[in-house]
Antibody, heavy 120, light 107 residues
Framework: QVQLVQSGAEVKKPGASVKVSCKASGYTLTTYYMHWVRQAPGQGLEWMGI????????SYAQKFQGRVTMTRDSSTSTVYMDLKSLRSEDTAVYYC?????????????WGQGTMVTVSS | EIVLTQSPGTLSLSPGERATLSCRASHSFSSSYLAWYQQKPGQAPRLLIS???SRATGIPDRFSGSGSGTDFTLTISRLEPEDFAVYYC????????FGQGTKVEIK
């Protein structure tokens, strides 16, 4: 059974950075694209970006370009999402998600979510 | 960027009733790249439909999707108590974007 397990909740001050991890179990991460999606409290889903299976290509939503970096460590089957220059509007649950059949498409596997709170 | 607009914002219905949710795109794209998700409070979204009309594994047949071009519909034929949730459409034909969601609540 494929699972994505994310790191725990974070509390950060404005201007700081946060790095959220997403570890895969039950399959080899190197064959899957990984997306990051966030959801502010009481709000909808917002796609942030994608990293390819080999980790050498990324694509970010324009809103996050310059502030987000997605990386992956194949040796540990873990992907990371690093968001810098945090502001209060970045308070949200951050999800990693992928397609179990590989390739690009809809997301049928999701991590449990990581709550990031930005507060002074 | 393709903007997806869902309507209505909230749908108030009773168990056993039919629910019809709409998703309209700002630009036409292939229906092969339209998905629907269900999300309950405190949970990650769950994929219901991909390719506009193909149910994901384990999804009951009371859920159906249709549409093409810029107009797509998710229909729940007879609402069960566990179907009251928020539903999102998503396009993945030109990057990825989500609609703002439709809440299906108990009347």
């Amino acid at each position: 059974q494929v699972q994505l397990v994310q790191s725990g909740a974070e509390v950060k001050k404005p201007g700081a950075s946060v790095k959220v991890s997403c570890k895969a179990s039950g399959y080899t991460l190197t064959t899957y694209y990984m997306h990051w999606v966030r959801q502010a409290p009481g709000q909808g889903l917002e796609w942030m970006g994608i990293i390819n299976p080999s980790g050498d290509a990324t694509s970010y939503a324009q809103k996050f370009q310059g502030r987000v970096t997605m990386t992956r460590d194949s040796s540990t089957s873990t992907v990371y999402m690093d968001l810098k220059s945090l502001r209060s509007e970045d308070t949200a649950v951050y999800y990693c998600a992928t397609r179990s059949a590989g390739g690009l498409g809809a997301f049928d596997i999701w991590g449990q979510g990581t709550m990031v709170t930005v507060s002074s | 960027e393709i903007v997806l607009t869902q309507s209505p914002g909230t749908l108030s219905l009773s168990p056993g009733e039919r629910a019809t949710l709409s998703c309209r795109a700002s630009h036409s794209f292939s229906s092969s790249y339209l998905a629907w998700y269900q999300q309950k409070p405190g949970q990650a979204p769950r994929l219901l439909i991909s390719g506009a009309s193909s149910r994901a594994t384990g999804i009951p047949d009371r859920f159906s999707g249709s549409g093409s071009g810029t107009d797509f519909t998710l229909t729940i034929s007879r609402l069960e108590p566990e179907d009251f949730a928020v539903y999102y459409c998503q396009q993945y034909g030109a990057s990825w974007t989500f609609g703002q969601g439709t809440k299906v609540e108990i009347k």
